[in-house]
């Protein structure tokens, strides 16, 4: 005979009918969170754009009130490099001006820097440093200061060259000191002309960069060189300076 249907035990539940492509219920924002609008990426580019003009149009006024004096300075420190190089019957190596002001060369170091960007600590010389212009006090400083600065920076890496020039022998480190102390006087005049040429933080910190890398080399050079100390506060007050140029440039960007 046929054999009768195992009858289904109470215990078992019935599982209910599933719906198709169910749906998750929206899950409300929690009130101490709440949610924030998109950034418009584009209206910022646009203030900013806008504020960097209204600050070129500001500078741009200044040296037209003080036209003289500034193409009178200008004019002399042509006259200085030119003396100095004939001195020394120095050619500074060609500079890549397109290299050094195109943004993608300096992508990874900006980065760093709007990241991160401390202020330095105020560096005092045991001696005095001799600038051709008195420096401004450390604070907050105007686009027309760092002008002042990147002309007292550019004469004083001459003083360095000047200092190790007559105690370097000539070998092979000698030689290649002085290129690379040629080469942060190239850096400094670099960025000297940058923030003449320009109106704005914006134009010159790529060239603040390029000043920022030879520096570098010339302290990785000095490192460890008998006559280094010579040097030691006109190196110190450089470094200071720029990591200061730094700071403010990211303030001001």
Not at 7 to 35: F, I, K, Y
Not at 106 to 133: F, G, L
Not at 218 to 227: I, M, R, W
């Amino acid at each position: 005979p046929p054999r009768a249907e195992n009858p289904r035990r109470p215990d078992e539940p019935r599982n209910p009918p599933r719906a198709e492509n169910p749906r998750r219920p929206d899950v409300p924002s929690r009130p101490n969170n709440p949610s924030r609008p998109r950034h418009d990426a584009g209206e910022y580019h646009r203030e900013r754009g806008q504020a960097i003009e209204h600050r070129r149009q500001e500078i741009r006024r200044d040296r037209d009130g003080r036209r003289d004096s500034y193409n009178r300075e200008r004019d002399y420190r042509r006259q200085e490099r030119s003396a100095w190089n004939n001195r020394y019957r120095v050619n500074p190596p060609r500079r890549n001006t397109s290299h050094i002001r195109d943004h993608s060369t300096w992508r990874i170091r900006y980065d760093r820097w709007w990241i991160d960007v401390r202020r330095p600590i105020y560096y005092a010389p045991a001696r005095r440093v001799r600038w051709h212009n008195p420096m401004p006090d450390p604070g907050p400083w105007r686009y027309v200061q760092i002008e002042q600065i990147a002309n007292n920076l550019e004469y004083l890496s001459r003083d360095v060259y000047d200092t190790m020039d007559r105690v370097a022998l000539q070998n092979e480190y000698g030689l290649r000191l002085r290129r690379v102390l040629i080469g942060l006087i190239d850096a400094t005049e670099n960025f000297s002309d940058s923030v003449q040429d320009n109106y704005d933080w914006y134009d010159s910190v790529n060239d603040l960069f390029y000043l920022e890398s030879q520096l570098d080399l010339a302290e990785d050079t000095l490192d460890g060189y008998s006559q280094a100390w010579r040097v030691e506060e006109e190196m110190g007050s450089i470094r200071y300076y720029v990591n200061e140029l730094l700071w403010t440039y990211r303030q001001n960007f």
